[in-house]
Nanobody
Framework: QLQLVESGGGLVQAGGSLRLSCAAS????????MGWYRQAPGKQRELVAL???????NYADSVKGRFTISRDNAKNTVYLQMTSLKPEDTAVYFC???????????WGQGTQVTVSS
């Protein structure tokens, strides 16, 4: 089995920054692509950013230029550096992992990010 555990959420003022972390443990070979999704109240879960094993990245248009996804393969950890945060970034952020495309079958428990105006 594979476990994904997120950390780093919290409350921040608009314009501020947060860094989310997602640590993978267990059957690490079960995934090569990792990403972050978010879900705001009353909205569908959406892909925020993803990163492949080779380091290729992709971002939602709404976060391009503000968020940066990265990974440390030695630590089996993926990060989401969020800057210039906006109230509309408020959501529960979920780490996701799979083989190739996302969403994969593995999800973290989610971490709340709240941006106050």
């Amino acid at each position: 089995q594979l476990q994904l555990v997120e950390s780093g959420g919290g409350l921040v003022q608009a314009g501020g920054s947060l860094r989310l972390s997602c640590a993978a443990s267990g059957k690490i070979f079960s995934i090569n692509t990792m990403g972050w999704y978010r879900q705001a109240p009353g909205k569908q879960r959406e892909l925020v950013a993803l990163i492949t094993i080779s380091g290729s990245t992709n971002y939602a248009d709404s976060v391009k230029g503000r968020f940066t996804i990265s990974r440390d393969n030695a630590k089996n950890t993926v990060y989401l550096q969020m800057t210039s945060l906006k109230p509309e970034d408020t959501a529960v952020y979920f780490c996701n992992g799979g083989i190739g495309v996302l969403p994969g079958p593995y999800w973290g428990q989610g971490t709340q990010v709240t941006v106050s105006s």
